[in-house]
């Protein structure tokens, strides 16, 4: 799936929940299922190749925070990076990365 196909697939969640055809929770799960569809088809910007979606799995800072990769080693880069952010210092969170 292409990113104008993920964007219009979200607006129609968006558009059913609008008219009163879904409600909330099942738009939220329209939405997550196009976005993880999105993930799992992701290539890059470069075209280098395809990009991973990889789950971290450890500390509750860093379980199931879910990011697109080539590998693991930049997994986990991305992750540390995103829990860097979020909260300052990402050194002290144990953590790994599983392939979705």
């Given at each position: 799936m292409d990113r104008i196909s993920a964007i219009r697939n979200i607006e129609d969640a968006i558009r059913d929940l609008e008219s009163g055809d879904a409600d909330l929770a099942s738009t939220e799960r329209r939405v997550v299922t196009v976005l993880r569809t999105f993930a799992t088809e992701f290539e890059d910007d470069a075209g280098d190749g395809t990009l991973d979606a990889w789950t971290a799995v450890g500390d509750d800072r860093a379980e199931g925070l879910v990011v697109l990769a080539a590998?693991?080693?930049?997994?986990?880069?991305?992750?540390?990076?995103?829990?860097?952010?979020a909260a300052g210092d990402a050194d002290d969170v144990t953590f790994s990365v599983e392939r979705v």
């Open positions: 590998d693991e080693g930049d997994a986990r880069t991305r992750v540390r990076d995103l829990l860097d952010e």
